[in-house]
């Protein structure tokens, strides 16, 4: 039976977002690595000098490419789920550290009820080819933070694939433009009562290039993130809208 041929039998579409900077060399594997399926891949291009954005046409002609005009991972995400149409929202780095084919697990997790599929790499049979040491203390410091302050039980923090249901978006209030963005989406997901699962992952290790990561200045802005969220005052939680409607205010 075909599937895809029968509208009452597809599964959800999925948008796969992409914020990418000077990953050209990645990108073919990258983007070769995606399930045939998805609805659309969204790659997010932020002022590349490499030609991202060719390559990524070249591979993919189907993708749509989004210009960044702002800064920064979560202005890029924020972006990419301002337009992506899917469903489903895949974030999903564009260095080759993701695996591609776990695209699945993420989605069966939130079709069997979650409202966000957390990525974890200390959890099942995830792990990671590419975390320092020093990076796996700060992580395990800065999660252990978060359960505490915010009675989580998250066994990873800061990694950057996750898929969440388009609809549970505006409840999440999500307004970070940096590399905080991930805590910040965890954070802000069980404030507002979201049903979140992990889902076992492997990061593998970057194809090509140099990462932008610093453990110390990284871990103190996430630090100074989870604070600010703990004192914070809590925020009505908004109707369900469109995901157009998270990037109005970034222009």
């Known amino acids: 039976m075909d599937l895809a041929a029968d509208p009452q039998l597809r599964g959800p579409s999925v948008s796969v977002v992409i914020p990418a900077r000077d990953e050209a060399a990645n ?33 993919r002609p189907d993708i749509r490419v989004i210009e960044q005009v702002g800064r920064g991972k979560g202005d890029a995400l924020l972006r990419g789920f301002a337009a992506a149409r899917g469903d489903i929202i895949v974030m999903f780095d564009g260095d080759g550290s993701a695996k591609g084919d776990e695209i699945p697990r993420f989605v069966s997790a939130l079709q069997e009820g979650a409202d966000l599929a957390k990525g974890s790499r200390f959890t099942g049979d995830g792990g990671s080819a590419d975390i320092t040491l020093l990076r796996r203390l700060g992580n395990k410091f800065l999660r252990g933070t978060v359960n505490l302050l915010f009675d989580t039980s998250y066994t990873d923090l800061c990694y950057g694939f996750n898929a969440v249901w388009a609809r549970c978006l505006p409840s999440l209030r999500l307004d970070c ?18 049903e979140v699962r992990e889902v076992p992952s492997y990061e593998e290790r970057r194809l090509h290039g140099a990462s932008n990561l610093n453990a110390v200045r990284d871990g103190i802005k996430i630090l100074r993130l989870i604070l600010r969220e703990r004192f914070a005052r809590a925020q009505p939680v908004v109707s369900q809208s469109a995901p157009g409607d998270l990037a109005s205010g970034l222009d």
Do not use: K
């Open 27 to 59: 990108l073919p594997a990258v983007l070769a690595s995606l399930p045939d399926d998805v609805f659309e891949i969204v790659l997010v291009d932020g002022a590349s000098t490499d030609g991202t954005a060719e390559v990524a046409r070249q591979c």
């Open 177 to 194: 433009i940096g590399f905080e963005f991930e805590t910040l989406l965890n954070i802000r997901a069980a404030r507002a009562g979201l």
